[in-house]
């Protein structure tokens, strides 16, 4: 199945990358997000480098895209399938993957929808017909919650979380609980809920000095005294009922994929929120999806469905036979930024699991 797959996909996106097996693991650390951190093999050479085995195709196949050229050079499709390996919640912890990665296409939208229709190609291609199809977008939600002007902190916990419907609520929960009592830090504490940074950074320089401490020794304490502040504003934030309220009804939003442009129209106009360009983008996503060769039917927009892996920034789709889950994917223009890129390189791939495929089959 796995090289039947590879073979047609290599016709859509010809362009080749070289992935090992072993690769370093640095760039799945510190760009993936914690749930893939926590489920990686890990081994480490005689000299002390650490390597790990592959968990997935993405980040490797960018790095490779890098290689040629530091701004990511003209546009390519890559093709790749082989095993990946990562400690499983249940079932196995190596699997075969297939998928497809679209690297420097500056028409965003117009390759959104190519990555879709070669998923559903991908997967009629092994004996999957008439996928359910739902797509998320995570730049919707950040304007929301840009919106909102909550502590740049819990807004970017809260866009962080975005994919993981109960740890949202539980943040919104607690966001909108009576405010958390002073912890007993005395001095450090009133001058930081106070805002007073010069005094802050005083009374951080006298403990210092009295511990014997050289600022030079750890974190300076100009940083220290900017961090202690954000984390009391945090610990002291409240999130009034109304910002609660829009949080809920816009993560509650779901429906057929042709209805989303007019709901989403009508959440803007009852909340006074404007969409802006990642609204416009996904009008436009959605309207060139309805002229493909695509069943629009199989697809519906949900507003809170996003994906675990911190890199994914735009839309994101899965595709499913019956209830199980056999493909997915999204959009992720940032991270050749995070593995070096000098600029933002447009990107969007997806993944076939063919172990879910046999299991659906």
Do not use: W
């Not at 790095?63 to 990946?84: F, I, K, N, P, Q």
């Not at 199809?133 to 902190?153: K, W």
């Amino acid at each position: 199945m796995l090289d039947d797959l590879l073979g047609y996909l290599r016709q859509v996106a010809p362009d080749v990358a070289d992935v090992g097996i072993l690769q370093p693991a640095d760039p799945f650390l510190e760009t993936a997000g914690e749930d893939l951190r926590r489920r990686i093999f890990i081994t480490e050479t005689v000299n002390g480098v650490v390597h790990c085995l592959r968990p997935e195709f993405t980040i490797p196949i960018c790095l490779s895209h890098l290689s040629a050229s530091t701004d990511g050079g003209a546009a390519r499709r890559y093709a790749y399938g082989g095993t990946v390996f990562r400690q499983a919640r249940s079932g196995a912890n190596e699997f075969q993957q297939a998928g497809l990665e679209d690297l420097g296409n500056p028409d965003r939208v117009a390759a959104d929808v190519a990555s879709i229709g070669d998923m559903v190609a991908a997967l009629a291609r092994v004996g999957i017909s008439s996928p359910e199809i739902v797509l998320g977008d995570q730049n919707l939600f950040t304007v929301v919650v840009e919106s909102l002007q909550l502590p740049q902190a819990v807004a970017r916990r809260l866009v962080r979380s975005f994919g993981n419907a109960k740890l949202i609520d539980a943040q919104i929960q607690r966001l909108t609980e009576k405010k958390r009592e002073t912890n007993g830090q005395g001095e450090i504490e009133r001058l930081a809920m106070a805002g007073d940074h010069q005094g802050l950074v005083s009374h951080i320089e006298d403990r210092m000095r009295a511990g014997n401490l050289a600022p030079q020794a750890g974190r300076s304490p100009q940083a220290i005294a900017e961090r202690t502040i954000d984390l009391v504003r945090e610990q002291q934030f409240l999130l009034i009922p109304e910002s609660a309220d829009i949080l809920r009804r816009y993560l509650a939003l779901q429906m057929p994929l042709a209805e989303a442009p007019e709901a989403l129209k009508s959440f803007a106009d009852d909340t006074g929120l404007s969409f802006g360009l990642a609204g416009k983008e996904f009008v436009e996503r959605v309207e060139v999806l309805s002229n493909a060769d695509l069943d629009m039917s199989t697809m519906t927009y949900k507003a809170s469905f996003g994906r675990n892996l911190e890199y994914y920034t735009g839309v994101l789709f899965e595709a499913a036979s019956g209830e199980v889950a056999v493909a997915g994917g999204g959009r992720y223009d940032h991270l050749c930024s995070l593995l070096g890129a000098d600029q933002a390189i447009p990107a969007v791939g997806f993944s076939v699991s063919l172990d879910r495929v046999g299991e659906a089959r």
